[in-house]
């Protein structure tokens, strides 16, 4: 009656060396460690990049515990990670290789950024056990909420289709006066109205993000250019996603472990980037947005004051003391650039090459045969705002390879350069929120954490063994079996825990004990209505089935709507609490009741059971 089969057993005995097995690496914790990366894309990392590193510790007499090479994957550049035994040796290690690896500090060749790395032995880490991620709030990090500005997005998209436009009417041989931004509306001026009739009927057909109309005036004939609602939607759910691509770029030039980039909302993004220290520059690279475009200068009159208006249908744009005056039609933009790195012109000042694709190529190549002797300028743009970094004269054809320069210092090339390598962003963002936890307070949140889970534990195997003996003993033994099998799939996994994953973590507790308080009290209620004791084993366990599986359902269910519909810290509740249920089904039934057979179920002539 109250026996297991074989195979139950080895279900049983298996899930427990599995969960011992996979929960065992976050008993060991983390090493301090130094990642070494390429500074620029022409930067190799190899084996002996790392050989180099090691001989340069040994010679300063500083100590590793052992370092390793990681190839580069999926697109990923390969990295050198070098583990210490305390962080006072990781930070004097860490000024020894930024000193040595890179000949110039102010032209660096290799990033040395400070790291955490499992401390788990090899036999582990081989078979891909490794402990859970730790969230923003028990590392220490920083964390931002970026707020996307849609009406940027609407108006870039309004001048990429601007220029377009202007090439469109030109293979056509179609004459206008002048195409302008008009209130996010594109407005082309004609001089007579079968011109513009041609223009409206190329254009609808051709750009199909905007509807065109006519419209007469006193001064002549227009088409009137609008967004339609679907291409409004379109490009700024576009522009999200770019701009969460770029941010992703962006990180990974920070050599940042584990980041979060998501979006929250229609228009937010939230950035949490756990164990970064140097949060300044974090927040310089992340808010920062920068992009590039060419435009050819007004050969006439390529400078204006600073409160002088620039003539009709030019552009003006910040020069130092002054403006530079520019044409409207836009020669390439960062979208094109490939790659990005910093270095020095012929005059030893800082510059920054640049390397365009193949349709960028020949656009400049075009541009540049066509206005040998005429002035070209880049200009960033950052927030909206553009800012002239160079005006020079053209002085022959050029392609995909090319150099610019404007910028004060070598470290302010770097930056630039990092950021036009990452990518433009679709549209300008805002940091509206910004918070910083220092790593003690990380450690402070991990310890406080883990102790309320302990007590909390302690505390219910004490009430338990007291209220229904051995039987109480028999749910604390599931208890610390659902939370050895809880840690064991999340770090399968590899959940980032966080503040709300311990909170789950508890609440799983509750809810695991509490399928064993109805299990105990069913069997106690047969006992009273004088069933034999392994009769009421048999029906207690049968009966209060239904009852644990109807509420664990409906709690899961919340759980699901949790993690479908919210963010942040809400999903990383959800995720724990969602498994936590799963795992409490198991453990406070399946493994439950074979341990109180294994005690219990070969006695034929069982007088009693001790429940209390």
């Known amino acids: 009656m109250n026996r297991y089969p074989l195979w139950k057993y080895l279900v049983i005995s298996v899930a427990l060396l599995l969960g011992a097995l996979y929960s065992l690496p976050n008993i060991y914790g983390e090493d301090p460690a130094l990642q070494i990366a390429g500074q620029k894309s022409t930067t190799v990392i190899d084996l002996d990049v790392q050989k180099k590193a090691e001989a340069f510790l040994e010679q300063a007499g500083i100590k590793s515990s052992g370092s390793f090479f990681e190839a580069p994957t999926g697109g990923s550049p390969g990295t050198i990670k070098i583990r210490f035994s305390d962080t006072d040796t990781q930070l004097r290690a860490k000024d020894l290789l930024e000193l040595k690896m890179n000949s110039s500090s102010s032209d660096q060749d290799y990033i040395v950024a400070l790291n955490l790395l499992s401390s788990s032995p090899k036999w582990l880490t081989s078979l891909n056990a490794l402990p859970m991620p730790l969230g923003l709030d028990l ?247 553009g800012e002239v970094l160079t005006i020079a004269t053209i002085q022959g054809e050029f392609g995909s390879k090319f150099q610019i320069t404007g910028q004060p210092t070598i470290q302010s090339a770097n930056d630039l350069a990092l950021l036009l390598r990452a990518g433009s962003l679709a ?24 102790k309320s889970l302990i007590f909390g534990f302690i505390a219910i195997a004490i009430f338990m063994v007291a209220y229904y003996m051995m039987f109480g003993t028999f749910s604390v033994l599931a208890l610390g079996v659902n939370l050895l099998l809880l840690i064991a799939i999340l770090s399968m996994l590899q959940a980032t825990l966080s503040l709300p994953g311990i909170a789950a973590m508890a609440l799983a507790l509750g809810m695991a004990i509490d399928s064993n308080v109805l299990i105990n009290e069913r069997i106690r209620e047969e006992l009273r209505q004088g069933a034999s004791p392994q009769n009421a084993i048999s029906i207690g366990f049968e009966k209060a089935w239904a009852t644990i599986f109807d509420s664990n359902v409906t709690t899961l269910i919340a759980g699901l709507a949790l993690l479908a519909f919210g963010s942040g810290p809400i999903k990383g509740f959800a995720i724990v609490h969602c498994l936590g249920i799963l795992t409490s089904m198991f453990s406070a039934v399946f493994f439950s009741r074979g341990v109180v057979n294994l005690w219990y179920g070969r006695k034929r002539k069982l007088q009693s059971v001790s429940i209390g």
Do not use: W
Request: overall charge positive; charged content about 30%; cysteine-free.
């Open 139 to 385: 590392r220490g990090g920083v964390y931002f909420l970026l707020k996307v500005d849609m009406k940027g997005a609407l108006e870039k998209k309004l001048t990429s289709l601007a220029s377009e436009a202007r090439s469109r009417l030109r293979e056509k041989s179609i004459r206008y006066q002048s195409i302008d931004k008009d209130n996010g509306q594109l407005a082309i001026k004609f001089t007579n109205e079968d011109e513009a009739k041609k223009a409206v009927t190329l254009l609808n057909d051709s750009l199909s993000d905007i509807f065109f109309k006519i419209e007469k005036s006193i001064d002549g004939t227009k088409l009137i250019g609008t967004f339609k609602e679907t291409s409004i939607k379109q490009i700024q759910e576009n522009a999200l996603q770019q701009n969460i691509l770029t941010l992703n770029k962006r990180v990974n030039e920070l050599a940042v472990k584990e980041p979060i980039i998501q979006k929250q909302g229609v228009d937010r993004i939230v950035v949490q980037l756990p164990g970064v220290q140097d949060t300044a520059r974090a927040k310089d690279i992340i808010g920062r947005t920068a992009t590039l475009e060419s435009r050819l200068a007004d050969p006439v009159q390529p400078y204006i004051g600073l409160n002088e208006k620039p003539p009709v249908g030019l552009d003006a744009f910040k020069f130092g003391n002054q403006q530079g005056v520019f044409k409207k039609s836009v020669v390439i933009t960062g979208e094109r650039i490939v790659d990005a790195s910093a270095g020095f012109d012929q005059n030893q000042r800082p510059s920054v090459n640049l390397t365009l694709d193949a349709a960028g190529g020949r656009s400049m190549q075009e541009m540049t045969r066509e206005n040998i002797g005429k002035p070209m300028g880049m200009i960033l743009f950052e927030k909206g705002k």
């Open 427 to 450: 549209a300008p963002m805002d940091i509206i929120e910004e918070r910083t936890i220092g790593p003690s307070l990380g450690k402070e949140n991990i310890e406080k954490g883990f």
